[in-house]
């Protein structure tokens, strides 16, 4: 639309219409103050929303017992004897004596120095172990070390590794190699079988050449199955491109090698070069990082053409079973020779087998501890006679009592744990309360109580368990605290001022306001919008009524089922709005001589409002007003359509949006009207001009 602005008339149409459109846009302004202030009040019911959830956690925990029953212990000698007490514990004493024997983890220590030489040159724990000098040389086996991890996606008994042109190491029977595999459901190693005419157990898996597992009952959804093995080569493809000039292996120290591109055979010669038959070169690889280098002829012979390589490494393997807590544990580990003898050790100390590996570079010899203290196979090497005192068990034989089994020429002699003794492995043995028992840790847990032993003694010493009266009254404390927070910010805003002569700014009034008038314009404009709000006074109201009504609760002494006779109430300030004080003393006094009634006065449970203890209370109390305010204010994640200040928003959005394009057809009807105006009036003028022209030139 063309707008002429006054060209012919010499008016400001422009800040006429302005003018003109300041009394059209009032009801528009009235509509944007009336969203903001639906904004504010959303956002202030939000905000105490948030206080009552918060709210809400600290009666969560007050729900507990842990707020109620603290317990504290003492000790008569903590440097022989401790303990920790849960919320569980019931307030006793308890007598500790004649602890014979600590318990013990068992250990092996190999026998003998480890390294060629002790001297000059012992082992170095983070080189590979192929650069390594021991006194007995490794046994190398060639083959490919290899991981998978199979991700169970539906219930069921089989699987695969997926293996493609590879195998299984076999065994001299021509069978998987069952000292070269390990097979482990989320952490729970498997027994691998080879006999598919043996009927499987729960702890088995049938393990095939080809990769295929087969377990005795279905693998859940959602397990992992890790399958650590050996093959009998590694098996890699790679495709030329012109920008290609070498290509680097997955695995280095490389062993047995070849290399085909189509029907034609490459192998390693003369140390380094890659060569066919006939002794035509390729390239060159460097067998300790398994990198390979191209000649360019050779690639720009074969480029977008699929290259092959097969190749091994040396690797070994050894086993170790230990007795724990949880049944027997057993587990093949597969040594490459990059491994280091600290990867070696960490392999060990990481699994589950339940034991820890240690070198000492000092005396040249490596030890086995179990990481569980105790005796897991039923003979132990001492005993109590008659009379109470220990004694060395008669029938004892070392060799029944092994907790730690080794197998495998590697740790066997290698690392020689051949022949080497195993001690420890001891139960503690003491008595508790008179009762004689034994614990396969030192410290253990009875009755809620958590104790440990330090050292062997003879005469009694006691632990005691009493309620921490002083934590109680801390937790008590801090619940009154939120409460009275919550109940002082409710109270101040339902109380707070309302300036109805201050309304949300409109965009002319800001613009005639610095930054500092407009922040105290909107201070004013938001002060009130909950005064008096009916769902936060009657939040206070049925709060207070909670917490003043008496508690009739069984399990409540008569005298104590009102905050008041604990020595908790309201202030006398009425302006407060209800919040609570404490009489201390009065308060540790009744923790002190009635802990189950000041619990029960709490957190007590019924299936009446007036059985309820006062948390029980209150937290209902609380629930029902966050439902309130979110079916009122709604949350962040809810839509306008959940939440009815969020529908009254939609419906304001809507008629400013109406109201928006109405003021524009009326601003448009206006510049048509001056248009027509100055069209009008330069029509007029014209022909004023004509005629004057006219008759000034008859004259």
Do not use: C, H
């Not at 027997?328 to 003898?341: A, G």
């Not at 029944?400 to 089994?405: G, L, T, V």
């Not at 006398?572 to 802990?595: C, R, T």
């Amino acid at each position: 639309m063309v707008r002429i602005s006054g060209l012919a008339s010499g008016m400001d149409i422009d800040q006429m219409v302005k003018d003109l459109m300041k009394v059209e846009r009032m009801p528009l302004d009235k509509l944007k103050q009336k969203q903001q202030t639906l904004e504010w009040q959303r956002d202030d019911y939000r905000a105490l929303n948030t206080l009552f959830f918060n709210f809400r956690s600290t009666l969560t925990n007050m729900k507990l017992t842990p707020s109620y029953r603290v317990r504290s212990t003492v000790s008569t000698n903590e440097s022989l004897l401790s303990a920790t007490a849960s919320s569980g514990a019931g307030l006793s004493s308890y007598s500790i004596s004649k602890v014979k024997q600590l318990a013990t983890a068992a250990t092996k220590v190999n026998m003998g120095s480890i390294s060629a030489d002790t001297k000059q040159n012992k082992i170095n724990v983070n080189e590979s172990l192929s650069k390594q000098k021991f006194g007995t040389d490794i046994s190398w086996e060639k083959g490919s070390v290899e991981y998978k991890t199979i991700s169970v996606t539906e219930d069921k008994k089989d699987f695969s590794l997926d293996l493609q042109n590879v195998k299984l190491k076999l065994d001299k029977q021509n069978v998987p190699d069952t000292t070269a595999i390990n097979v482990k459901v989320n952490g729970i190693s498997y027994e691998v079988i080879t006999d598919s005419s043996i009927p499987l157990q729960s702890n088995q898996v049938l393990v095939k050449e080809n990769g295929e597992l087969t377990f005795a009952d279905n693998i859940k959804k959602g397990s992992n199955i890790q399958v650590d093995y050996v093959t009998d080569f590694k098996n890699e493809k790679i495709t030329l491109s012109e920008d290609t000039t070498g290509w680097q292996l997955s695995k280095g120290e490389i062993q047995e090698f070849t290399l085909k591109v189509g029907s034609d055979i490459y192998k390693i010669s003369d140390g380094d070069l890659l060569k066919d038959g006939t002794g035509e070169k390729i390239g060159s690889i460097d067998k300790e990082t398994g990198k390979i280098t191209f000649d360019s002829t050779f690639i720009s012979n074969n480029v977008d053409k699929e290259i092959e390589v097969e190749y091994n490494q040396n690797y070994t393997t050894f086993n170790i079973q230990t007795s724990t807590s949880k049944g027997k544990m057993n587990q093949n580990f597969l040594i490459q020779s990059t491994d280091s003898l600290n990867s070696m050790m960490n392999k060990v100390n990481n699994s589950n087998v339940g034991v820890s590996m240690f070198y000492d570079s000092f005396t040249d010899k490596m030890t086995l501890t179990r990481t569980e203290t105790g005796n897991f196979n039923g003979d132990s090497k001492n005993k109590l006679d008659s009379n109470g005192n220990l004694i060395e068990n008669s029938n004892y034989d070392p060799q029944k009592d092994q907790e730690i089994f080794t197998s495998g020429d590697f740790i066997q002699n290698v690392l020689k744990f051949d022949g080497a003794t195993e001690t420890g492995g001891e139960n503690a043995i003491f008595e508790i309360n008179g009762l004689q028992t034994e614990r396969t840790s030192n410290t253990f847990e009875m009755n809620g109580v958590t104790f440990t032993l330090k050292k062997t003694f003879e005469d009694p010493e006691s632990v005691s368990i009493s309620n921490d009266s002083s934590k109680v009254f801390d937790n008590i404390k801090a619940f009154v605290d939120e409460y009275n927070k919550l109940i002082d910010t409710v109270n101040k805003k339902i109380t707070e001022d309302r300036y109805r002569d201050y309304g949300p700014l409109t965009d002319e009034q800001r613009e005639q306001l610095s930054d500092k008038q407009q922040e105290k314009w909107e201070e004013m404009a938001k002060s009130g919008l909950l005064k008096g709000d009916s769902i936060l006074s009657g939040a206070l109201s049925q709060m207070r009524l909670s917490m003043y009504t008496p508690v009739d609760n069984e399990n409540i002494s008569p005298a104590m089922k009102q905050l008041a006779a604990i020595g908790i109430k309201t202030t006398a300030n009425y302006l407060d709005g209800g919040k609570l004080e404490i009489d201390e003393a009065k308060l540790k006094k009744a923790i002190e001589e009635d802990p189950a009634s000041v619990e029960n006065l709490f957190r007590g449970t019924g299936d009446s409002t007036s059985s309820k203890g006062i948390v029980q209370r209150l937290y209902d109390d609380v629930s029902g007003t966050i439902d309130k305010l979110n079916e009122r204010a709604g949350k962040a994640t809810y839509t306008n359509q959940q939440f009815t200040i969020g529908k009254n928003l939609d419906d304001v959005s809507k008629k400013i949006t109406t109201f928006t394009d109405r003021l524009k057809q009326i601003e448009d009807r206006y510049y048509n009207q001056f248009t027509a105006m100055e069209q009008a009036i330069q029509k007029a003028n014209s022909q004023m001009s004509y005629l004057m022209q006219y008759f000034g030139g008859g004259q």
